[in-house]
């Protein structure tokens, strides 16, 4: 749910950043991309190319497993219904059906665990919405391809009810509507494939509560948003590869995300606790990561590479002023009453090669709790329990006028490097920006945060900062609000006093 500058959307449940028209392949899913550490010492990583390559299942059924049979229709589920929790099912090769009905799907029991023979498929058909639900908790699925389901927007085909601490491993979840699988609290989604569906490769959402524990590693994550929702719901905020929603403890680490239609990785709404780190992000028509109105990350060691040409692009032609980034930073930041691994924002080792501009932290001055701007469905920030708290008089007064607002405070940028060649990008304005701002408050007449307040806030007292940074490239520096674009020379004094030990130099010397 992304708020720009100088607008705001209806409070919708989802808002995003500027629509994608199409999508941009420059790196094709059978690439063999090469990483650039970020600084002399980091680890290169190297893609996680699962979808090529899947790793095949047991080529016969393990001892005591269960046996179904692709031949006969609804056979896996009518088996998993007449079988006692913590069954082993062994699909054979083959394409394995449902019942002709739309709402048929398997319902594991606890502890239930699902493995694909080499070959083994089960297919929606485009008939049935949801492949595994149901609320058992520490089912597993191994080496089995699931495509062809029609899942609503919002909703997923596989853990279709976010079930808790379920494990997906070497699974190809593809060509399916919706999201190709939700999750729940302590899931692990490791060496799977998730492409070509819909909405999202995965929803990471809870109806009610909050996810925790979530691992996601090693997985290929590419050309997810084939329905192109943008488009069909203006600012629904609802693509990419992996969106997450109320996640306290994420490891996201090891995955190849790209050529995803809008976002490559977004984390909406009160999350905390993340780590992302060792992941190539590359060739998203949008940001390669969003961090929104969020809490306490570290984010290091990624290589990120050509991201954000196409909506950076289309934003850039219709005039628009907001420097629209490849790391994007919104009302998020760290949080020291918040338990987490860090106590801050912290983005280091990371390199960023020929994206559409680099970082930008983004703090939307009408946007708190209680506000009509709040596009987050009526959600509070983590420190304040009772939404109705915020409204005046007492908004304006501490504890409140602080923690009604999410803020983006305590970030920590160094150690990365920057490159961008505009003749690679193909671009020659607003292509090479780094910004820290904030838009002048109006919204609503009641709000305590009207005037300037907010962007002196992010910019100058709420210890945000850059150091130790490699720029190679035309960069720019944009503080305060969109009319204020520096030279490197001006990031780096007073007021600003950015960028300390930094270098910036026009050309990459290798």
């Known amino acids: 749910m992304v708020i720009k500058w100088r607008t705001w959307a209806l409070p919708l449940a989802l808002v995003a950043l500027p629509a994608a028209t199409g999508c941009v392949n420059t790196s094709g899913t059978g690439a063999n ?11 290169s990583t190297s893609p996680a190319r699962v979808c090529a390559k899947p790793t095949p299942g047991p080529a016969k059924a393990p001892a005591g497993a269960v046996t179904v049979d692709p031949a006969v229709a609804g056979d896996l589920a ?7 929790p ?21 319902i594991p029991k606890k502890g239930d665990t699902y493995l694909g023979a ?12 949801y492949a595994f639900g149901g609320t058992a908790r520490d089912v597993t699925i191994r080496y089995l391809t699931v495509r062809g389901f029609v899942a609503p927007q919002n909703e997923g085909v596989v853990n279709h009810d976010s079930a808790d601490g379920w494990v997906i491993e070497h699974a190809t979840i593809q060509d399916n509507s919706g999201a190709g699988l ?3 609290a302590r899931q692990r989604v490791r060496a799977s494939c998730l492409r070509g569906n819909g909405q999202y490769g995965m929803n990471a959402y809870k109806t009610t509560g909050r996810i925790s524990g979530l691992v996601v590693e090693g997985n290929e994550i590419v050309g997810n948003n084939t329905d192109d929702w943008e488009r ?21 680490r090891g995955n190849w995300v790209h050529d995803n239609r809008g976002t490559g990785l977004w984390a909406d709404t009160n999350n905390n606790d993340f780590r992302i780190e060792d992941n190539v992000l590359e060739a998203n028509d949008g940001a390669a990561l969003i961090y929104e109105t969020s809490y306490n990350a570290v984010i290091r060691k990624n290589t990120i590479r050509r991201n954000n040409w196409v909506e950076g692009r289309k934003a850039a032609d219709r005039g628009d002023s907001f420097p629209l980034a490849t790391i994007y930073l919104s009302e998020s930041g760290g949080e020291p009453r918040i338990e987490a691994r860090t106590d801050k924002i912290e983005i280091y080792r990371n390199a960023l090669e020929n994206n559409w501009s680099g970082i930008t932290l983004w703090e939307n001055a009408d946007r708190f709790c209680n506000s009509p701007a709040n596009t987050s469905s009526g959600d509070c920030t983590l420190l304040v329990r009772d939404t109705d708290r915020c409204a005046r008089p007492a908004i304006a007064t501490a504890p409140l006028y602080a923690d009604c607002r999410w803020k983006t405070q305590r970030v920590d940028i160094h150690d990365n490097r920057f490159v961008l060649d505009t003749s690679v990008v193909t671009c020659t304005v607003k292509c090479d920006r780094m910004a820290m701002l904030a838009n002048y408050g109006t919204y609503p007449d009641w709000s305590p945060y009207q005037g300037e307040g907010v962007a002196e806030a992010i910019t100058t007292k709420q210890h945000n900062r850059w150091h130790d940074n490699v720029y190679i490239g035309p960069w720019k520096f944009v503080a305060h609000d969109p009319s204020r674009v ?10 600003y006093q950015q960028d300390a030990g930094s270098t910036l130099r026009a050309r990459d010397g290798g």
């Open 33 to 43: 991309p090469t990483a650039v550490p970020a600084t002399p010492g980091a680890r």
């Open 78 to 84: 009518a088996k998993t219904n007449s079988s006692p």
């Open 86 to 106: 913590h069954t082993t099912f062994w699909l054979r090769p083959g394409k394995h059906r449902l019942k002709p009905d739309r709402y048929a799907q398997v």
């Open 118 to 129: 080499p070959g083994a498929v089960l297919d929606g058909r485009k008939t049935n919405q």
């Open 182 to 184: 939700m999750a729940g």
């Open 232 to 252: 069909r719901r203006k600012g629904c905020g609802c693509t990419g590869g992996i969106k997450f929603w109320a996640v306290n403890g994420a490891d996201v």
């Open 486 to 495: 520096l030279d490197f020379g001006q990031w780096q004094v007073t007021p």
